[in-house]
């Protein structure tokens, strides 16, 4: 089973840019492709980027193309998601999962505690 600990959530202008990590204990990260998922304040969980086990495939919500990039570093056990030109509708937590291979599902039932994200006006 995989740990995941989401961290670099914050409070940033609008415009602005962060980077959130996640990382993962246990020696099968490589394995698993990865995603990015986010709550909004009264709204359901859903889906934002997602990437390949080997980091070669990534693919994203409509929402965040062009704005957010997904990469994973296998050798730190670290998925990460860079995220510019952020709007206040980002506003969320963030978390990580493993997903079902190149698809929006997450693999794992249960999640971390997620990297709250507040865009400020």
């Known amino acids: 089973q995989v740990q995941l600990v989401e961290s670099g959530g914050g409070l940033v202008q609008v415009g602005g840019s962060l980077r959130l990590s996640c990382a993962a204990s246990g020696r099968t990260f490589s394995n698993y492709d990865m995603g990015w998922f986010r709550r909004a304040p009264g709204k359901e969980r859903e889906f934002v980027a997602g990437i390949s086990w080997s980091g070669g495939v990534t693919y994203y919500a409509d929402s965040v193309k062009g704005r957010f990039t997904i990469s994973r570093d296998n050798a730190k056990n670290t998925v990460y998601l860079q995220m510019i030109s952020l709007k206040p509708e980002d506003t969320a937590v963030y978390y990580c999962?493993?997903?079902?291979?190149?698809?929006?599902?997450?693999?794992?039932?249960?999640w971390g505690k997620g990297a709250l994200v507040t865009v400020s006006t």
């Open positions: 999962n493993a997903v079902w291979d190149g698809t929006t599902d997450p693999r794992m039932g249960s």
